[in-house]
């Protein structure tokens, strides 16, 4: 997958050329610790693919503390990391979360409560936000519950529109007690049919995400309002996203739903223009 394939390409157009390069370089570098899971972990020797992907974190690991140091790794996606660490003081702590939500995932992949889930969204989401506040130069600390909302939101807009392709290979991020509350088994969900329960689950967990983006707005600091542009640009259009899972009747077993190219263009622009505006 590259860059432009996804839904942060439209939010990172809008940052000045050093800003962007470094989001980019984060985002990369995030993009192959998460691969190192998803593609090695998911193999017909479960056993074997999860000791390969430990270890490949381990030396992902390894390579984050070289660039730290600033000690060149041989590994190009972590030394295109390392001139923006010192740049814009990016937190090493959050590095560190993140890749500890990703080992969460060499686990059992089930999370009993909302609460649970929380946490793992706040190490692989949320994290990500409080490195690109940096980026940004946000100065406001409110931008950091702005951050760690729209983490919780983006993260649980994914979860959301992946439950057919996560239960595909034996993940489930739905909390056990939200299944148990609207009495859907995960037999029910494998199923691949959204039935009168399967549809008030999903519809609770879509309440969810759209509370957390009502609490990031209500968080957006008027003095960094400009300076998050790229990450409102990235809430708007995935706040489409689960506009657009409501409006299929949740149609999270087959193929993914999408934002069109183009609506993430005019997301984009429009989001752009409203900053600018001081809207």
């Not at 989001?23 to 017909?44: H, L, Y």
């Not at 729209?150 to 007690?177: C, F, H």
Request: charged share 25%.
């Amino acid at each position: 997958m590259t860059t432009r394939d996804t839904n942060f390409y439209y939010s990172f157009l809008v940052l000045p050329v050093r800003q962007r390069r470094a989001i980019v370089a984060v985002w990369d570098f995030f993009r192959a610790v998460d691969d190192t899971v998803d593609e090695k972990a998911s193999g017909p020797d479960s056993g074997a693919a999860r000791a390969a992907a430990a270890a490949e974190l381990a030396a992902w690991r390894a390579a984050l503390d070289a660039s730290y140091r600033g000690i060149p790794t041989g590994n190009p996606v972590a030394d295109r990391l390392t001139p923006h660490i010192k740049a814009f003081r990016l937190p090493r702590a959050q590095f560190d979360d993140v890749i500890d939500g990703v080992e969460m995932d060499l686990g059992d992949r089930r999370f009993a409560t909302f609460d649970d889930l929380r946490a793992y969204c706040l190490r692989v989401a949320s994290a990500v936000g409080l490195i690109c506040i940096e980026i940004f130069g946000c100065r406001d600390p409110r931008s950091r519950e702005f951050a760690i909302q729209l983490g919780i939101a983006l993260q649980l807009t994914n979860i959301l529109r992946d439950v057919g392709k996560d239960l595909a290979v034996g993940r489930l991020y739905l909390p056990l007690e939200d299944l148990a509350r609207f009495s859907v088994t995960e037999a029910a969900l494998g199923a691949g049919e959204v039935t009168g329960p399967v549809r008030q689950l999903l519809a609770f967990e879509a309440g969810r995400a759209r509370e957390h983006y009502r609490l990031a707005a209500a968080a957006l600091p008027a003095g960094d309002a400009r300076r998050l542009v790229a990450a409102r640009i990235m809430g708007a259009i995935y706040l489409d996203l689960l506009d657009r899972i409501e409006r299929s009747g949740f149609a999270v077993f087959g193929p993914l739903v999408r934002v069109p190219r183009p609506r993430k263009i005019r997301i984009a622009a429009i989001t752009w223009l409203r900053a600018l505006a001081g809207a």
